[in-house]
């Protein structure tokens, strides 16, 4: 489980998305059972805990609005 919405390839490719945050492609040619990159799998999962991808544990990131009311209220 990797928490990302995803799309994997039967060439070894994985491409996940995390809203308002970013993309993450992995792409490793061994395949599991299902048809699925198993190493891809293995990155994409660490990577998205590593970097607060995760849907199911991070918070949403800030909005560039609110960012900006933030700091134009700090001046």
Do not use: C, H, W, Y
């Amino acid at each position: 489980m990797i928490g990302l919405p995803g799309k994997s390839g039967i060439g070894g490719g994985i491409v996940t998305v995390s809203p308002g945050k970013g993309g993450l492609g992995t792409f490793a040619p061994r395949l599991d059972s299902a048809g699925n990159s198993a190493k891809g799998q293995l990155a994409a999962a660490f990577l998205s805990r590593q970097l607060g991808l995760d849907l199911f544990v991070s918070a949403p990131a800030p909005s560039v609005e609110r960012l900006s009311d933030e700091t134009a209220g700090a001046r």
